[in-house]
């Protein structure tokens, strides 16, 4: 398209808009940008950009890089202060300049390049310049009116986080990047600040709704909002005072579209998505489309292909950013529940909150912070004063000594027949206790034949099954020893007779159903699952029965380990979320109520499971569905259960009606974990989407899990654990190799390239 010239209207002049409008200039288009303030008005201080932002718009203007580079501030510190211990962590490398002189700098490039900057100037909308124009880029902010009129056409959906913050400045510059917390009488109260230019610091100051309403700042003006933040962190701010910029206190909005463009207008930056000021990454998401899009249009010969090929390369990075963002938002929200950790473990784990960070990451910024780290943790050092990773550190539940942290996560197989598990079992529970997992579970065991999910699910109903299960507890004790080996007993509940998984998962069985029993006569798929009985008295105390009972196999099978399955929508599952459980007796209603049975299943269970070994218990922490269990519930359920005597508790999410919308991501459910966790002070197994040992050592260390359930990676690589040891260098108890297997503890050598 280069070589055709296109009438460009941009509207919005933020740094998006600008850069956009120089980057067209300069590929030869005519380019008009509105921007209703005034040229030197702008919003918030300070901008951080990073050197990958930065080597793209090298590659792109050297003219815009080096009027940048020449005004840079940098640093590679970040500071976090925790009730007044300060702690340094270095090697981050970051890089900020003050908002307004970013501006001036693309002001001064717009114009050399013939760019026609309409300030003080309301722009008309996009869809009547787009009448005029071959393009219109709307790059109006996260108030976009360009979203709002085309709302049926880009679909938006906004939400609001918990916090209320305020951008402020002070007139000193900070030597690092601070994280200060302040513990007030009203609750917990956050600064986040960093320097931008020689004399100069921008200063965040945020917290929840409630603490901001019930400390009155809801009713201050600008001035006096300022002057009670520099009175909070008067020992950051070393009495100095706070000035502000029309700063108000505000939510932040979190903006996904499901389309950026219709036609001829392109949404860009804010107009388009937000990602949370916390990960600083408003300015670099904006720039990086700015980038995308004109190198698009100089590629594709048509406004149509560059506008579809810009939002199909931009997407991915968007949504991860986006992940990373939500996750660092979430911390900061939920930064009550954390202030009681150790201080470094604080520190590490405001560090690695957004998941880009990690423990191997932040081993190579600072290495001598990350041993800290770990040495508070228990990791020992070996002989050579290399460290133990933490995955390989022994943990204890009741009289069951783990010798490291990973879980091989339950995986139902549906390779039964008539509920007995057979050699298939042997092998596939056999290889990954041999492949140096902590602990493996076995799939969900049915504790009848109604309580299947398919014909080939296992169960624990009949002597013949429990004489199957103790022929692989017996390998696994004899073949690998020092691996545990855990069982995990359920009832399907409203979720049964199904067809095999890879036949068609949760479709009804073509022929050969049984009667499905739940909570309440609700199917799972409307129209396609069969209703359900509503289980009464009796089926109650038949469903206590048989827990009992396979609890008894279980012992005598040998297992170490026994988990309720109250998840995923399956009958115990059921009875706990309001979506599923609709009834009017002792049972239902309030969420007591729908607790009782699964607590009665529970100790009916630990009463006859043998009282030193542990039990764990999996739950839905939430549905991922409109008026289903909540985060605030998910707590007094597992409070519940740990108040019954439950030694961990092992938190899923979802499966719990067919019309859920989970958000998908790497180590999606492990929130839920750690809120529990630093809540509760309960022993907690994470899992979903946890695909690296990095990810293992760093829920860890951060002190969001105690223990990490992995399944697919373990489908992958039975010795993911073994191979996970190699790859650090740890050679040391936590994950030995079996002896037939020792010559393979080292990866083999590999041809030339």
């Not at 249009?297 to 406004?303: A, G, H, I, N």
Request: with cysteine; aromatic share 8%; charged share 20%.
């Amino acid at each position: 398209m280069s070589a055709s010239t296109l009438r460009v209207a941009v509207v919005g002049g933020g740094p998006g808009g600008l850069y956009t409008a120089a980057l067209l200039a300069r590929q030869g288009h005519t380019v008009e940008l509105w921007e209703r303030g005034a040229p030197d008005d702008t919003f918030g201080f300070g901008v951080v950009l990073s050197d990958e932002t930065l080597g793209g718009i090298e590659r792109a203007d050297t003219v815009v890089h080096a009027a940048l580079a020449a005004e840079f501030v940098r640093w590679d510190d970040v500071d976090v202060v925790h009730r007044g211990r300060l702690l340094t962590s270095g090697g981050h490398g970051f890089a900020a300049l003050g908002r307004r002189r970013l501006l001036e700098i693309l002001h001064e490039r717009c114009a050399g390049l013939g760019v026609r900057l309409r300030f003080r100037a309301e722009a008309p909308d996009a869809f009547a310049l787009a009448d005029a124009y071959d393009l219109v880029v709307a790059a109006d902010g996260v108030h976009s009116a360009t979203r709002a009129s085309g709302a049926a056409y880009f679909r938006p959906t906004e939400t609001p986080g918990r916090c209320r913050y305020v951008w402020l400045a002070a007139d000193f510059a900070f030597d690092s990047f601070r994280f200060e917390i302040a513990e007030t009488g009203h609750g917990v109260v956050q600064l986040h600040g960093y320097p931008y230019a020689p004399d100069s610091s921008t200063v965040i100051v945020e917290m929840r709704e409630e603490v901001w309403r019930a400390a009155g700042l809801d009713l201050c003006d600008e001035a006096e909002s300022a002057s009670r933040c520099a009175k909070t962190f008067a020992d950051a701010l070393h009495g100095r005072p706070l000035r502000g910029n029309r700063s108000a206190w505000t939510r932040f909005r979190t903006v996904v579209n499901e389309h950026w463009s219709h036609g001829n207008v392109v949404l860009l930056g804010d107009a388009a998505h937000t990602a949370h000021f916390s990960i600083g990454s408003g300015t670099k998401l904006a720039v990086e489309d700015a980038l995308a899009l004109a190198e698009a249009l100089d590629r594709l010969p048509d406004v149509p292909s560059a506008l579809a090929a810009y939002e199909e390369e931009r997407r991915p990075a968007v949504a991860s950013t986006q992940r990373a963002a939500a996750a660092s938002m979430r911390w900061f929200e939920d930064l009550a529940g954390y202030v009681d950790q150790p201080a470094r473990q604080f520190a590490f784990n405001l560090l690695t909150r957004s998941r880009r960070v990690t423990h191997d990451n932040l081993r190579l910024r600072d290495e001598r912070f990350t041993r800290a780290v770990e040495r508070d943790f228990g990791c020992p050092e070996d002989a050579d004063g290399t460290g133990t990773p933490p995955m390989f550190t022994p943990f204890t539940l009741r009289g069951l000594t783990l010798r490291n942290r990973v879980v091989v996560s339950p995986m139902d197989t549906y390779s039964a027949e008539d509920g007995v598990p057979g050699d298939f079992h042997l092998v596939h529970l056999g290889g990954r206790a041999l492949g140096g997992a902590g602990l493996v579970m076995t799939e969900m065991v049915c504790v009848s034949a109604e309580g299947r999910i398919t014909p080939g699910c296992a169960g624990l109903w009949t002597a013949g099954q429990a004489a199957a299960w103790k022929r692989i507890a017996d390998f696994v004790h004899g073949s690998a020893p020092g691996t545990a080996l855990g069982v995990q007993l359920g009832h399907s509940g409203r979720k049964g007779s199904t067809r095999l998984m890879w036949e068609g998962m949760d479709e009804p069985l073509p022929d050969g159903n049984w009667p499905l029993v739940a909570a309440s006569a609700l199917p799972y798929k409307a129209g396609v699952s069969a209703v359900p009985r509503a289980l009464d008295a009796a089926d109650l105390a038949a469903i206590r029965s048989d827990f009992a009972a396979a609890a008894v196999r279980a012992a005598d099978c040998g297992f170490d380990l026994l988990e309720l399955h109250c998840a995923h929508g399956y009958l115990l599952s059921g009875f706990l979320s309001p979506l599923t459980n609709h009834r009017d007796d002792a049972y239902g209603g309030p969420l007591e109520n729908r607790l009782r049975f699964p607590l009665e299943v529970f100790d009916a269970v630990r009463e006859v499971w043998p009282e030193d070994r542990p039990m764990t218990v999996r739950l839905s922490a939430t549905d991922w569905a409109p008026g289903g269990t909540t985060p605030e519930e998910a707590e007094r359920i597992a409070a519940a259960f740990a108040a019954r005597g439950a030694d961990a508790i092992d938190v899923s999410t979802g499966q719990v009606v067919a019309e859920e919308a989970p958000e998908y991501g790497r180590s999606y459910q492990t929130p839920y974990a750690d809120r529990i966790r630093n809540a509760l002070g309960v022993p907690v197994i994470a899992v979903g989407a946890i695909s690296s040992w990095d990810d293992v050592n760093s829920l860890l260390l951060a002190g969001r899990a105690d223990l990490c359930a992995l399944g697919r990676p373990h489908l992958y690589d039975p010795h993911w654990t073994l191979h996970a040891a190699a790859e650090q260098g740890y050679a040391g108890p936590g994950a030995p190799w079996p002896a037939p297997y020792r010559a393979g503890s080292r990866r083999p050598p590999t041809g030339k390239g």
